[in-house]
């Protein structure tokens, strides 16, 4: 999913992943019970990947999972 987040414009959101065909096999939703999924590109002056690690500049993303359809 990290990579579909920067792919597809920096935002995701899914209100139900029972009915999403990228969580068709995903564990988190089949076996952890996750049903909502929304990520977001950390974003800095237009350049993704604000977090540092070794003075380089690495994906960021933030995320959040719910166990309940929105």
């Given at each position: 999913m990290?990579?579909?987040i920067l792919?597809?414009?920096?935002?995701?959101?899914?209100?139900?992943?029972?009915?999403?065909?990228?969580?068709?096999d995903?564990p988190?939703?089949?076996?952890?019970?996750?049903?909502?999924?929304?990520?977001?590109?950390l974003?800095?002056?237009?350049?993704y990947?604000?977090?540092?690690?070794n003075n380089?500049?690495k994906?960021?993303?933030?995320?959040?999972?719910?166990?309940?359809s929105?």
């Amino acid at each position: 999913m990290l990579s579909t987040i920067l792919e597809e414009g920096g935002v995701l959101i899914i209100p139900d992943t029972t009915k999403d065909k990228r969580f068709h096999d995903n564990p988190l939703a089949t076996e952890m019970g996750m049903r909502f999924y929304a990520g977001a590109a950390l974003v800095n002056r237009g350049v993704y990947g604000v977090i540092f690690f070794n003075n380089e500049i690495k994906d960021g993303l933030i995320i959040v999972l719910n166990n309940k359809s929105k």
